[in-house]
């Protein structure tokens, strides 16, 4: 854009804060009709100490803070003549480049998500499982497809802002996957927002840049469709079925217990391992399948189900399961959800739904219960499983006192 007729505002504004009552104050540019989020001015005031262009006299140090935002817009402004002198073009994303260039080094938005990616693997703090790595990764790959497309391989992670993101979320509704489909899910592309919005911090307190400009920003949970599941006939046709090939008999056998233990297929992989030790009596003197979950450490504590044991003693002992790779489970049990018209989704993850969808609406276990059974704290989330129905409701209307009919004296 030539610098002649380029016009530039420096305004600043408010934030909410997590603190009540306190807000953080923002600069932002407007150059040539484009809007600009710079960074933010590191000043923390009560609301009403904003009178809209300056920190109010009610604020103690309203002095100091005017100052402060007094140098940032004549530096800004600085900016903006020496380019006019230079004849350098003017944008609102070289402006911002050159602000911040003093603190940053300038690090561009691939380069610092793959670090991410190295410095996930490598922290031995978090002890991340290689299949969690390997989420973070998928979503680097997505995101550098888009950076591509857009022909944006060079943005500065200082430049990477809640317009660059709205972008991708909606890149990622519109792109055409593989077999014709076109655009992810919307709980997809919401953990993939999750995701960048967590490098973006670890990357400000790796101090890769000085500004974090997703700060503030609240992902939008998806409302989510129905679980992909077996009901309890499906669950019964898949028990009762026999495989001839010896491989797809295997792969159901596991799938079944996963519908009757609950566990993520990961969680079934280290417990297998872990038998001798994570089979324990409860409190009931019976056998439960207790460890913590390899994602967040929290305690599953389940019954040995009927079903778990007799698949369990088909094969001898937990050690002697025909436990696969992932992904050639997942491969197999799509042959097996075609012989018996399955679902064409099913997957390892449908297991756990399943099992979840029988404790709520065939066990009529309560939601605290369920929580204990899956390995969760809370039930924020839940309904990505299964939720309570009409089965639930009918059997809990048959157990009502007030429904049933009174005894005439």
């Not at 540019?29 to 100490?49: F, L």
């Not at 803070?65 to 020496?82: F, G, K, P, S, W």
């Not at 592309?189 to 995701?195: F, L, R």
């Not at 890769?208 to 077996?230: A, C, F, S």
Request: net charge positive; aromatic share 8%; glycine share 6%.
């Amino acid at each position: 854009m030539k610098s002649k007729h380029v016009r530039m505002e420096v305004s600043f504004w408010r934030h909410k804060s997590k603190r009540a009552g306190m807000s953080t104050l923002y600069c932002r540019i407007h150059v040539a009709g484009k809007q600009k989020d710079i960074c933010s001015t590191g000043i923390t005031i009560k609301d009403e100490h904003w009178d809209g262009s300056k920190v109010s006299s009610d604020e103690p140090q309203a002095q100091g803070y005017n100052e402060c935002l007094v140098i940032m817009h004549d530096r800004l402004l600085a900016i903006r003549n020496t380019m006019l002198r230079t004849g350098e073009p003017i944008t609102a994303d070289k402006i911002k480049r050159e602000f911040l260039k003093g603190d940053s080094p300038g690090i561009k938005f691939a380069e610092a998500f793959d670090r991410y990616i190295k410095d996930c693997k490598a922290d031995t703090d978090r002890a991340l499982e290689e299949s969690s790595v390997t989420v973070y990764d998928n979503v680097r790959k997505k995101m550098l497809d888009f950076l591509i497309d857009k022909k944006a391989l060079d943005v500065l992670i200082d430049d990477f802002d809640h317009e660059w993101l709205l972008q991708y979320r909606r890149w990622m509704k519109s792109v055409r996957l593989k077999g014709g489909k076109v655009g992810h899910a919307d709980s997809y592309i919401a953990k993939h927002s999750q995701t960048i919005r967590d490098m973006v911090r670890w990357a400000k307190r790796k101090k890769l840049t000085q500004v974090n400009q997703l700060d503030g920003l609240r992902i939008k949970q998806p409302e989510y469709g129905e679980p992909v599941m077996l009901t309890e006939e499906q669950f019964t046709d898949l028990l009762k079925h026999r495989f001839k090939n010896k491989v797809l008999q295997e792969t159901a056998d596991i799938f079944i217990l996963l519908c009757r233990c609950g566990f993520h297929y990961g969680d079934l992989q280290d417990f297998v391992k872990e038998h001798r030790t994570a089979l324990r009596l409860g409190l009931d003197g019976k056998p439960w399948l207790i460890k913590d979950r390899i994602k967040t450490q929290v305690s599953i504590r389940v019954p040995q189900f009927a079903a778990v044991e007799k698949i369990v003693k088909k094969y001898g002992g937990w050690e002697q399961l025909p436990i696969r790779p992932r992904g050639k489970f997942n491969g197999y049990l799509k042959l097996v959800a075609a012989e018996l018209n399955l679902p064409d989704e099913l997957s390892s993850k449908a297991g756990r739904k399943t099992f979840t969808d029988w404790c709520f609406n065939v066990l009529l276990l309560s939601t605290p219960s369920v929580l204990v059974l899956l390995g969760r704290k809370t039930a924020k989330g839940l309904e990505v499983y299964a939720r309570p129905d009409e089965r639930r409701v009918i059997a809990e209307l048959a157990q009502s006192k007030a429904l049933k009919p009174k005894r005439k004296g």
